[in-house]
């Protein structure tokens, strides 16, 4: 039956309600934090939940629907709960699909940006999230921009930007650089078209400089932040210890220096390889070996850096006709020209010991190169396996070092080096540095201007901001330079320095750099006197939730981190992690694939909520599975949503009003499951586990109509109160329903403004769980505890049953797998 069909039946109309509720909302200014603006009393707890805000690229999609499901069902949790809460609301109005999307139309990137923007805040509205729209900012306002250019200005005042020419990932199409993250599989990610490298002066900021603190801060996040997202990180930064070693090489002066982990192996390396694509490369080529190189630096340029680390790919190469020596025996090693090695890890150089490394094992076997064992592991040679022994092991064939082990050998070696002169010790990252400058018109502008004579002067702070030309530039010029650079009358300027011709800097900002610090903004979006306002900072900052999706682990949240410490070492923040607790959401797909235009499977928003109702989306996108998992839109029920909505609504409707209930507390049995629901509810929701708290409300809801049926009826006191904390829990993630059936309770607006029902100890302590206790997966012994027991709780008291030690017999416990409050499953050590 069509859902709008089940409304006329039972009187339940999910639309009829929305425009009363938004304005009752908004006139009695419920979802406005207090304390936000001069003179306004302010709450004990501040609480300050974000969520990543959105791209205007259009109206809302089905990814908006759930990711602001949840951030507004935890900002309603924690306002009924009595906190002082900062629900706030932005876009990340700046970037390349504006542009494109107005270079296809024929607009001004502000005419789309701005429309979209006006879009998506209905539709917020109609969705019923909760924000304080006094928040409301947009990154392409000048009045934003401005202080990204002032963060950059005192950045580059402290050696944190720098310009410098580079390879880099351009899209022919878009005609702009791409950052790695942009890049999936070779391709551009907006628009799928092949990335090829090129060499431009680019500005970047200096991470690499952060990048032990990026590691060692994480520590403050570990237990608050998923571990998946923590380990992403860890490996992006990519901490290497090892040591530099010198190789000279043959027609250069200076020596060049590499960087392996294992400097144990040094007596294996039989060549050395140089990425194709580094100045050092062609500067080691020798004369005769000038056309074959070039042919196949040609080759390379074609591949992405993800094609060219590609373990499964054959590996190619071109020797330079060079030799570099060994630092430690003296012999003579060729040096070759290889994809497989990329420019930009240390000086674009490696060591290549074939028998310990299977990249090098893999291209020593292309190129017919020898193979010498120097760590005696025990397997099998290189060569007669096609695999490289990478573990520990006993040093031979390594002069003095023979018999020593990895640890040992590692230390003496890095020794000797450090004393020939010859390297150290030292501590290698795989981050780089952020490369910030884009070929776009729609960004922020970088403060720079370029004069002949000064060089790369500074824009004032007094000038800022840089606005962007609103005419006389061209979104895509056929000369190839960047938009602005086709705009003559806004480049030409004079020097802030010596007052001579000079010219603005061309390229925009990457709009990671909009992100990177915008919610330190909200507490105070008019503020003019800085980049934000340093009380609103104080009060309400660090971030007590941020929501977003884990595909930003690398990008935004890394770069959030690093200005954050950044801001902290200016002294304009008292705090070096930006992020207290961080939830990710995950996608939703349609019949197991992403949705998609092409595909055919593309779910629109507005479609379903015409259909349904925004309450009825938001419960489903909710009950449909942890935060964390995607949602299959092909394998949810909408439809299932609206049907026990409006049996909520309808049972609301059917209890006595207070005035004409019976006397006393109510029927116990029904007062006891009443409260036994709003505490395991209670506990659901301060874990971010929607899914089972809209479970438990349904749970309730049955028990309620089974309680007006056939037991004490719809005037007993218990019902009633089961009835209003229904309704007051329903409204963090159904409030239009929640508010109507506050009504039809006889209560006046708004249930907000009623708090969260509390459950009552006495009754809660009284219940108990059987806990199955097995012994190699046999039942043992059974278990009475509390629902909310602990794991470590519940091993110690599986570990300390009788029944559990006969089972046992003697036997040491392996592993004790616990699923509590259910399960514990103790598992013998196997022989």
Same mark, same amino acid.
């Given at each position: 039956?069509?859902?709008?069909?089940?409304?006329?039946?039972?009187?339940?109309?999910?639309?009829?309600?929305?425009?009363?509720?938004?304005?009752?909302?908004?006139?009695?200014?419920?979802?406005?934090?207090?304390?936000?603006?001069?003179?306004?009393?302010?709450?004990?707890?501040?609480?300050?939940?974000?969520?990543?805000?959105?791209?205007?690229?259009?109206?809302?999609?089905?990814?908006?629907?759930?990711?602001?499901?949840?951030?507004?069902?935890?900002?309603?949790?924690?306002?009924?709960?009595?906190?002082?809460?900062?629900?706030?609301?932005?876009?990340?109005?700046?970037?390349?699909?504006?542009?494109?999307?107005?270079?296809?139309?024929?607009?001004?990137?502000?005419?789309?940006?701005?429309?979209?923007?006006?879009?998506?805040?209905?539709?917020?509205?109609?969705?019923?999230?909760?924000?304080?729209?006094?928040?409301?900012?947009?990154?392409?306002?000048?009045?934003?921009?401005?202080?990204?250019?002032?963060?950059?200005?005192?950045?580059?005042?402290?050696?944190?930007?720098?310009?410098?020419?580079?390879?880099?990932?351009?899209?022919?199409?878009?005609?702009?650089?791409?950052?790695?993250?942009?890049?999936?599989?070779?391709?551009?990610?907006?628009?799928?078209?092949?990335?090829?490298?090129?060499?431009?002066?680019?500005?970047?900021?200096?991470?690499?400089?952060?990048?032990?603190?990026?590691?060692?801060?994480?520590?403050?996040?570990?237990?608050?932040?998923?571990?998946?997202?923590?380990?992403?990180?860890?490996?992006?930064?990519?901490?290497?210890?090892?040591?530099?070693?010198?190789?000279?090489?043959?027609?250069?002066?200076?020596?060049?220096?590499?960087?392996?982990?294992?400097?144990?192996?040094?007596?294996?390396?039989?060549?050395?390889?140089?990425?194709?694509?580094?100045?050092?490369?062609?500067?080691?080529?020798?004369?005769?070996?000038?056309?074959?190189?070039?042919?196949?630096?040609?080759?390379?340029?074609?591949?992405?850096?993800?094609?060219?680390?590609?373990?499964?790919?054959?590996?190619?190469?071109?020797?330079?006709?060079?030799?570099?020596?060994?630092?430690?025996?003296?012999?003579?090693?060729?040096?070759?020209?290889?994809?497989?090695?990329?420019?930009?890890?240390?000086?674009?150089?490696?060591?290549?010991?074939?028998?310990?490394?299977?990249?090098?094992?893999?291209?020593?076997?292309?190129?017919?190169?020898?193979?010498?064992?120097?760590?005696?592991?025990?397997?099998?040679?290189?060569?007669?396996?096609?695999?490289?022994?990478?573990?520990?092991?006993?040093?031979?064939?390594?002069?003095?070092?023979?018999?020593?082990?990895?640890?040992?050998?590692?230390?003496?070696?890095?020794?000797?080096?450090?004393?020939?002169?010859?390297?150290?010790?030292?501590?290698?990252?795989?981050?780089?540095?952020?490369?910030?400058?884009?070929?776009?018109?729609?960004?922020?502008?970088?403060?720079?201007?370029?004069?002949?004579?000064?060089?790369?002067?500074?824009?004032?702070?007094?000038?800022?901001?840089?606005?962007?030309?609103?005419?006389?530039?061209?979104?895509?010029?056929?000369?190839?330079?960047?938009?602005?650079?086709?705009?003559?009358?806004?480049?030409?300027?004079?020097?802030?320095?010596?007052?001579?011709?000079?010219?603005?800097?061309?390229?925009?900002?990457?709009?990671?750099?909009?992100?990177?610090?915008?919610?330190?903004?909200? #507490?105070?979006?008019?503020? *003019?006197? @800085? %980049?934000? &306002? $340093? +009380?609103?900072?104080? !009060?309400?900052?660090?971030?007590?939730?941020?929501?977003?999706?884990?595909?930003?682990?690398?990008?935004?949240?890394?770069?959030?981190?690093?200005?954050?410490?950044?801001?902290?070492?200016?002294?304009?923040?008292?705090?070096?992690?930006?992020?207290?607790?961080?939830?990710?959401?995950?996608?939703?797909?349609?019949?197991?694939?992403?949705?998609?235009?092409?595909?055919?499977?593309?779910?629109?928003?507005?479609?379903?909520?015409?259909?349904?109702?925004?309450?009825?989306?938001?419960?489903?996108?909710?009950?449909?599975?942890?935060?964390?998992?995607?949602?299959?839109?092909?394998?949810?029920?909408?439809?299932?949503?609206?049907?026990?909505?409006?049996?909520?609504?309808?049972?609301?409707?059917?209890?006595? #009003?207070?005035?004409?209930? *019976?006397? @006393? %507390?109510? &029927? $116990? +049995?029904?007062?006891? !499951?009443?409260?036994?629901?709003?505490?395991?509810?209670?506990?659901?929701?301060?874990?971010?586990?929607?899914?089972?708290?809209?479970?438990?409300?349904?749970?309730?809801?049955?028990?309620?109509?089974?309680?007006?049926?056939?037991?004490?009826?719809?005037?007993?006191?218990?019902?009633?109160?089961?009835?209003?904390?229904?309704?007051?829990?329903?409204?963090?993630?159904?409030?239009?329903?929640?508010?109507?059936?506050?009504?039809?309770?006889?209560?006046?607006?708004?249930?907000?403004?009623?708090?969260?029902?509390?459950?009552?100890?006495?009754?809660?302590?009284?219940?108990?769980?059987?806990?199955?206790?097995?012994?190699?997966?046999?039942?043992?012994?059974?278990?009475?505890?509390?629902?909310?027991?602990?794991?470590?709780?519940?091993?110690?008291?599986?570990?300390?049953?009788?029944?559990?030690?006969?089972?046992?017999?003697?036997?040491?416990?392996?592993?004790?797998?616990?699923?509590?409050?259910?399960?514990?499953?103790?598992?013998?050590?196997?022989?």
């Amino acid at each position: 039956m069509p859902a709008q069909e089940a409304f006329s039946q039972d009187g339940y109309d999910p639309h009829s309600m929305i425009d009363t509720w938004i304005r009752v909302w908004e006139e009695r200014r419920v979802f406005e934090a207090r304390g936000l603006t001069a003179g306004e009393e302010d709450g004990p707890r501040r609480s300050l939940l974000v969520s990543m805000y959105p791209y205007p690229s259009g109206d809302l999609h089905m990814g908006h629907a759930e990711v602001y499901s949840m951030s507004d069902a935890a900002a309603r949790f924690a306002r009924l709960r009595g906190d002082n809460v900062l629900n706030p609301i932005g876009w990340d109005s700046f970037g390349l699909p504006a542009e494109n999307a107005a270079l296809k139309r024929d607009l001004d990137p502000r005419d789309w940006t701005y429309g979209n923007i006006d879009v998506q805040a209905e539709s917020f509205r109609r969705l019923g999230v909760s924000f304080d729209w006094r928040t409301r900012l947009h990154t392409s306002d000048p009045e934003y921009y401005r202080w990204n250019q002032w963060l950059f200005l005192r950045l580059l005042e402290k050696g944190l930007a720098y310009r410098k020419s580079a390879g880099v990932n351009w899209c022919p199409v878009d005609k702009t650089v791409l950052a790695n993250e942009q890049v999936l599989q070779g391709k551009c990610e907006r628009c799928a078209t092949d990335v090829v490298p090129r060499e431009l002066t680019q500005w970047f900021f200096r991470t690499t400089q952060y990048a032990q603190r990026l590691l060692d801060d994480m520590a403050e996040l570990e237990g608050k932040w998923p571990d998946e997202i923590l380990a992403m990180q860890r490996n992006w930064i990519g901490r290497s210890e090892g040591a530099y070693v010198d190789f000279t090489v043959e027609g250069r002066d200076e020596p060049v220096r590499v960087f392996t982990t294992r400097p144990d192996t040094l007596y294996g390396a039989t060549f050395f390889v140089v990425a194709a694509d580094s100045p050092l490369a062609a500067e080691l080529c020798a004369p005769e070996q000038r056309a074959a190189f070039e042919e196949y630096l040609r080759e390379v340029r074609t591949r992405s850096d993800v094609e060219r680390l590609a373990t499964d790919r054959p590996k190619t190469g071109v020797a330079l006709n060079r030799y570099a020596v060994n630092p430690v025996n003296g012999a003579k090693i060729p040096v070759y020209a290889a994809e497989y090695v990329l420019p930009d890890y240390g000086t674009g150089a490696v060591m290549a010991v074939p028998a310990h490394d299977q990249r090098d094992l893999d291209f020593a076997t292309a190129m017919g190169l020898p193979v010498t064992v120097v760590v005696e592991t025990g397997e099998p040679h290189p060569v007669e396996t096609g695999v490289a022994t990478t573990g520990d092991g006993t040093l031979v064939d390594s002069g003095a070092f023979d018999g020593l082990g990895k640890q040992n050998a590692i230390a003496s070696v890095t020794a000797e080096l450090a004393g020939r002169g010859a390297g150290e010790g030292a501590v290698n990252y795989r981050l780089r540095d952020w490369l910030l400058s884009r070929q776009r018109y729609w960004g922020t502008p970088i403060p720079v201007i370029h004069c002949s004579a000064c060089g790369e002067v500074p824009v004032p702070d007094d000038q800022l901001p840089v606005r962007l030309p609103e005419t006389g530039y061209e979104l895509r010029p056929d000369s190839g330079v960047s938009p602005l650079g086709s705009a003559t009358e806004w480049k030409r300027v004079p020097c802030p320095a010596c007052g001579g011709d000079a010219e603005r800097d061309t390229d925009t900002m990457d709009t990671f750099v909009d992100s990177s610090w915008y919610f330190l903004r909200y #507490p105070n979006p008019d503020y *003019t006197d @800085g %980049p934000f &306002d $340093p +009380e609103g900072v104080r !009060r309400w900052l660090p971030v007590d939730e941020y929501i977003g999706g884990k595909e930003h682990a690398t990008g935004h949240l890394m770069y959030a981190r690093f200005i954050t410490k950044v801001l902290h070492d200016l002294g304009l923040v008292p705090f070096v992690e930006p992020f207290t607790r961080l939830a990710n959401q995950g996608q939703v797909i349609m019949d197991g694939k992403a949705m998609s235009k092409s595909l055919g499977n593309l779910v629109d928003l507005q479609d379903q909520i015409a259909r349904y109702g925004p309450d009825a989306v938001r419960v489903t996108m909710l009950f449909a599975g942890p935060p964390e998992d995607d949602i299959d839109w092909a394998d949810v029920s909408p439809t299932g949503s609206v049907k026990w909505l409006a049996r909520v609504w309808r049972l609301c409707g059917d209890v006595v #009003p207070a005035d004409r209930q *019976t006397a @006393g %507390p109510g &029927d $116990p +049995e029904v007062r006891t !499951r009443v409260h036994r629901l709003v505490d395991e509810t209670t506990r659901l929701m301060e874990r971010n586990r929607f899914n089972v708290a809209i479970a438990r409300l349904m749970e309730l809801t049955s028990a309620l109509r089974k309680a007006i049926d056939t037991g004490p009826g719809a005037a007993d006191p218990a019902v009633r109160e089961g009835a209003e904390g229904l309704a007051r829990m329903l409204s963090c993630v159904a409030p239009f329903t929640a508010e109507e059936a506050w009504k039809r309770l006889g209560r006046e607006a708004s249930v907000i403004e009623y708090g969260w029902p509390e459950a009552d100890p006495g009754l809660v302590a009284q219940q108990t769980v059987t806990c199955v206790v097995q012994v190699a997966g046999k039942v043992r012994d059974r278990l009475e505890v509390t629902p909310a027991i602990e794991e470590d709780a519940l091993r110690s008291l599986a570990l300390a049953s009788q029944k559990v030690a006969e089972a046992l017999g003697g036997r040491e416990v392996g592993r004790v797998i616990v699923r509590a409050p259910g399960l514990v499953n103790v598992v013998p050590r196997k022989d």
